[in-house]
């Protein structure tokens, strides 16, 4: 179908107090995951995050971005929460879309 497809798996920092960690951890992880190339011997291409002297992410003009991709799905441990609320509210809260109300 030639669309390109990324499952990134994640585990972002615990505990209720590390909110802007976490996402720092997303950020992090979206902003400097590039694709290389694919090869000529039929095999997809991997996801590599390029690193430079200071261990941070280095853009590549020639590679592909994560955000380039068609679907990116995203997996693993957020540890994000949701306070006051139960589960049942919550999952009622997802079935009637209220999506806003939630990411308060």
Do not use: K, T
Not at 18 to 33: E, G, I, L, P, T
Not at 62 to 68: D, F, K, N, T
Not at 77 to 83: A, T, V
Request: hydrophobic share 40%; with cysteine; net charge negative.
């Amino acid at each position: 179908y030639d669309r390109i497809m990324c499952f990134v798996n994640c585990h972002f920092a615990a505990h209720i107090e590390a909110v802007n960690r976490r996402n720092a951890d997303f950020d992090h992880v979206y902003r400097s995951m590039v694709f290389s190339r694919p090869s000529n011997v039929g095999i997809s291409s991997a996801a590599q995050i390029l690193r430079g002297p200071n261990g941070f992410g280095v853009r590549s003009e020639a590679l592909p971005e994560l955000s380039e991709a068609d679907l990116v799905i995203f997996l693993g441990d957020f540890n994000y929460r949701l306070d006051g609320i139960s589960y049942d509210e919550a999952r009622d809260f997802i079935s009637q879309r209220c999506f806003d109300w939630l990411r308060e």
